[in-house]
């Protein structure tokens, strides 16, 4: 796993904490902002950094994503017993 | 249809609420109040000779040509200057109108050549027609006195001739210019025998005037005197095609004027509501990259990019791709597959590809270009008023009193538009531009901004926080609009939060660079200047505070009540002329078409009942994280529709690094492209002449694409992907593109209404298309916001990282030009070149000076990311401590400058703000050199003499 692509993500997630800072739920909106647009894989990235180097918004989010993440989306999203066959 | 001219009212519709009856020839007619006598004739079939009316220029009343008898009236009144009254009987046909026609016909046949059977207008000449509606037989005055026959042509310009030998000296094309266009670069020199047009006092012919070769003039001639080259060298038109351009957001609609297969000329279509009837040098002339010799017209393949390339048959090449992408399924997963929707391709082949890649690669791996330019505009609207597109059509800038342009040049950008902008402007209505450029429209014939508050790039959201406050704190906001339409929870929220001093002009005014009075000013002519429209572009959305910009103006517009009629809104001019389209259609990895986010299970079920395979609910990979997993190993193939994302997005290291550590690149498109050097697959595509579907402009206006010649390399775009879809195994059996725009109307509410035959009859339909608006929906949130009530979002001004220092002290920002288009793939393949051969830095004159610069020199543009090099400009149409270029060439490669810092909300890149150093150079860095041996090694094809495409 990169590091680039890790460090990457981490500013990605403080920048989008700086910006939802004055929301009256900064947290709740940085959780949902991520979960909106980022692959589980890049969230599962980001988690597997335990909040290193994420500013608090931003690691109050994470911590909130994780523990709403059931099942795993990355698995979820990659499984072709779910999603059926490869060619649909 | 077969030829015919346009038709020609004479003079322009009047808008009145008061209908007036009369009679024309006895024919009962009954028209709006003002409408001219000749108006009214046409309207009832008839026809009275003119040749200096014609119905999109002001009467001119020069001619005496269209002169009739009105009862009660004395005279004989030119019914072009005559409004017609209740009960007025006009006579179009009398003995004495027809000798006085006569008379002033044979005036003008005597001073013009006799050479209508080798004149290459020949048929299609108004003086020949008008002489033939007046019956003239015989000329009385003779050759032999002065005359103008022996006057030179003016062929300077690449598309048109100017044959001054041919002129009547109507002033149309003077007037077409002026009124159309707004250029003002025609002048009629002399007076009475001596007067003449002429292209300016300061220049000797058209290229080296102010002329921007728009066509207005030549469309505008009655006579051959200003005439396309192209018919010259081809012959008259035998056919007309209506369809629309493929180049900007303005979406102008062309008559496609056809001779065989051959493309005549393209005439602006008169009756398109998005350009009424006017063009751009680009649409209107520069389409001949479609036959250029660089077109790639058999598909290819290759193992390895260091291979050169083999063309193989259509069967090789798709069971090819189908192997590579079943085999990198199978090894490394699904996700490892991706692909990317064209801005440029029809809504249809948007649809397909989306469809290919969430249905048949099985992933939400796709995107689009707007991710690099507008994904701030869809996140932003979407959020604030509940519909990611603009509120308002073109039309409504008519009723504007003030407009407030941020981050858009658009007379580079959106020519056609800007020249809405401009008539209305010059109607006086008022203009605050927002730009760290001295653009165009800040001062340009009888135009002057009334503010230009030239920002320091990246200081968006401050300067429209400080706007909102002075138009709080001065208790010049709308609360009645605000309290019935918008939260009022929220508005206080934000209120509170923007009447802080911190927000003040006073406060801000030194980060932003502007004076704090300017933008008090300005805030108060906004507030209480009339009916508030705001348009903005790329310098509003490429920036790390894209999308919050994009939000805080909407504030702007919500806190003033400019909402929701016509004259107001928030109009986002869309780059690409079919980003809206792409993004629309599903082109974004968490949406599917309709802006409706995958993990929304009754929608994902509508399509997985259509379509027959699970939609994964989880978003996919942005074009950035896609390249960022493909440094990372774990993203290995991409199917890239009509995109040069090597040359368009920014750090191009970064991206052949991603692409290069990709297993399966197939790109889809005219050209070998940039990015086609990193491509294992190449399948030709077909340019927008060649294919049916439609595209829809930055109004929400979807207009059809008509095929007018067959495709040169033998299928339209759709028709590939479906062969492609094919080949992995899905079953698709669209017949045509109206098929696949009926699916797309059965799974996407907002355009339930759409369907070919709807927009064949009326031309363009603008979405939302429903049973709520089953005609469309020119303006949106007129009676209450689609997301219910309008929401004020906070928009706190963070600076981007980007910033100056001692070893990059200057910023860059980027824009386009006039007759150059995106990456140049089209515009740099035809004559349009003479304006623009090279991209080029412009640098304050203070900031030359300390170099040591003029204007010429070769600079090194230096950042963190990269070096390149390029000419220097010295002007101050950029500030000091600001240099601005294009990235319209290849070999320039503007990008290799620009970092991976992006709007925090969608990643779209922040183009507009980069740290840069500039220093004497003397040729092309080393990366340009190796890129170029790179480039030319790429694209080597076997058992060709094929040279390097660039
Ligand atoms: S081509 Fe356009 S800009 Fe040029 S002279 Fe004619 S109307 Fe004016
Ligand atoms: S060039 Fe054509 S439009 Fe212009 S004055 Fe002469 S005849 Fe009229
Ligand atoms: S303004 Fe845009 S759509 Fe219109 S002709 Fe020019 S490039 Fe084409
Ligand atoms: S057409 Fe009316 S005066 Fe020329």
Request: proline share 5%; with cysteine.
């Amino acid at each position: 796993m990169s590091g680039h692509t890790a460090d990457k993500l981490t500013y990605m997630a403080n920048q989008i904490a700086r910006n939802m800072g004055h929301d009256e739920a900064p947290v709740a909106s940085v959780a949902d902002h991520i979960v909106a647009f980022w692959t589980p894989r890049m969230i599962g990235m980001l988690l597997a950094e335990q909040g290193a180097g994420l500013d608090p918004i931003a690691a109050d989010a994470m911590t909130r994503i994780a523990a709403g993440r059931i099942p795993p989306p990355q698995t979820r999203a990659t499984d072709p017993a779910v999603h059926g066959s490869d060619a649909g | 249809m077969g030829y015919e001219r346009q038709a020609d009212f004479g003079t322009p519709e009047v808008r009145s609420d008061t209908a007036v009856t009369c009679f024309i020839d006895g024919r009962e007619v009954t028209v709006p109040a003002g409408t001219t006598v000749m108006r009214a004739a046409a309207l009832t079939g008839g026809s009275i000779p003119k040749l200096c009316a014609t119905d999109n220029l002001k009467q001119f009343g020069s001619c005496r040509l269209c002169l009739v008898e009105i009862d009660g009236m004395r005279g004989t009144p030119a019914s072009c200057t005559t409004p017609v009254a209740e009960g007025m009987q006009v006579h179009t046909q009398t003995p004495k109108l027809q000798k006085l026609r006569k008379g002033v016909m044979e005036l003008y046949i005597s001073d013009h050549p006799l050479d209508c059977l080798t004149c290459s207008a020949n048929n299609d000449c108004e003086l020949q027609d008008q002489a033939a509606a007046v019956g003239l037989r015989d000329v009385r005055y003779g050759y032999e006195g002065e005359n103008h026959l022996g006057e030179k042509p003016d062929i300077s310009n690449p598309y048109f001739d100017f044959d001054p030998s041919k002129c009547i000296v109507c002033s149309r094309c003077v007037r077409a210019c002026d009124e159309v266009q707004g250029t003002l670069a025609l002048t009629i020199d002399g007076r009475g025998f001596e007067s003449k047009v002429s292209a300016g006092l300061t220049s000797d012919s058209f290229l080296s005037s102010e002329c921007v070769s728009c066509g207005a003039c030549v469309q505008a001639c009655p006579t051959a005197t200003l005439q396309e080259k192209a018919v010259k060298e081809i012959g008259k038109p035998e056919r007309a095609v209506v369809t629309t351009c493929a180049y900007c957001g303005v979406g102008c609609t062309f008559r496609a004027e056809m001779r065989g297969e051959q493309v005549v000329r393209m005439v602006p279509w008169k009756d398109g509501k998005a350009n009424r009837g006017h063009s751009c040098v680009k649409g209107r002339f520069a389409w001949g990259y479609a036959q250029h010799q660089e077109r790639v017209l058999s598909p290819m393949i290759r193992e390895s990019i260091d291979q050169p390339w083999r063309e193989v048959s259509w069967e090789e090449a798709l069971s090819y791709t189908a192997r590579e992408i079943n085999r990198i399924r199978d090894k490394y997963g699904r996700n490892a597959l991706g692909g990317i929707v064209s801005s440029r391709c029809t809504n249809e082949e948007g649809f397909l590809v989306q469809k290919l890649v969430r249905a048949g690669f099985g992933t939400n791996n796709v995107d689009t270009c707007a991710r690099v330019c507008h994904s701030p505009t869809g996140y932003g609207l979407k959020t604030t008023f509940g519909t990611s597109a603009g509120t308002q059509d073109f039309d409504s800038v008519e009723d504007s009193d003030v407009m407030l342009v941020i981050g858009a040049n658009p007379t580079d950008g959106h020519p056609v538009f800007a020249s809405r902008m401009k008539r209305r402007l010059r109607q006086g209505a008022k203009l605050i531009v927002i730009d760290p450029r001295r653009t165009d429209l800040v001062r340009s014939p009888h135009i002057e901004a009334d503010f230009h508050l030239p920002l320091r790039p990246g200081t968006n959201v401050a300067i429209l926080t400080a706007l909102a406050h002075v138009i709080v704190t001065e208790g010049l906001a709308d609360e009645a609009f605000i309290r019935e339409r918008c939260d009022w929870d929220e508005y206080q929220h934000w209120a509170e939060f923007v009447s802080a001093e911190r927000n003040s002009p006073e406060f801000l005014a030194p980060v932003i660079g502007v004076d704090a009075e300017a933008i008090r000013g300005a805030a108060r002519l906004f507030a209480t200047g009339g009916n508030g429209a705001i348009y903005y572009g790329l310098g509003v959305t490429e920036h790390s505070q894209g999308s919050s910009t994009v939000m805080a103006i909407a504030n702007l517009a919500m806190v003033t009540g400019n909402i929701g009629r016509r004259g107001v809104g928030v109009n986002p001019l869309r780059g690409q002329n079919n980003v809206q389209g792409a993004c629309d259609m599903g082109s974004f990895p968490h949406e599917l078409s309709g802006y409706r986010h995958v993990s929304d299970a009754a929608t994902r079920a509508l399509f997985e009942s259509e379509w027959g395979v699970p939609i994964d609910p989880e978003p996919g990979l942005r074009i950035p994280n896609m390249l960022d997993a493909a440094t990372d190993g774990e993203f290995k193939a991409i199917y890239i529709q009509g995109e040069d994302i090597l040359q368009s997005d920014p750090d191009t290291k970064h991206v052949a690094a991603g692409l290069a550590a990709m297993e399966c690149v197939i790109v889809h498109d005219l050209f070998l492209n940039e990015t086609a050097n990193y491509a294992h697959v190449f399948l030709p595509g077909s340019t927008f002449l060649e294919k049916n579907g439609t595209f829809t402009n930055a109004e929400r206006r979807i207009q059809p694409v008509r095929k007018v010649m067959e495709p040169l390399n033998g299928y339209e775009d759709w028709e590939v992907t479906q062969e492609l879809a094919r080949a992995v195994g899905l079953d698709w059996n669209y017949t045509h593109p109206s098929e696949i725009m009926d699916e797309i109307a059965r799974l996407t509410p907002t355009f339930a209404g759409v369907n070919y035959a709807r927009l064949d009859a009326e031309g363009s339909l603008q979405w939302p298309v429903n049973d709520t608006a089953p005609d469309g929906s020119p303006i949106m949130h007129i009676d209450g916001f689609v997301r219910g009530k309008g929401k004020f979002v906070v928009t706190d001004y963070v600076p981007t990282d980007e910033r100056t220092g001692p070893r990059f002290p200057l910023l860059l920002t980027t824009g386009r030009i006039l007759s150059q288009y995106n990456v140049g793939a089209q515009t740099r393949r035809t004559a349009n070149t003479v304006w623009y051969p090279e991209d080029v830095l412009e640098i304050h004159p203070t900031d030359a000076e300390n170099r040591g610069l003029k204007s010429g020199d070769w600079v090194k543009l230096a950042s963190r990311s990269g070096e390149t090099t390029l000419r220097a400009t010295v002007t101050d149409r950029v500030a000091p401590g600001v240099v601005y270029t294009t990235f319209h060439h290849p070999a320039t490669q503007a990008n290799v400058v620009t970092t991976d810092y992006s709007d925090w909300a969608t990643n779209c890149p922040e183009y507009k703000v980069t740290a840069v150093q500039i220093t004497p150079s003397n040729g092309p860095s080393e990366w340009q050199e190796d890129y170029e041996a790179q480039a030319t090694r790429s694209r080597r094809i076997a058992g060709t003499a094929m040279e390097p495409a660039e």
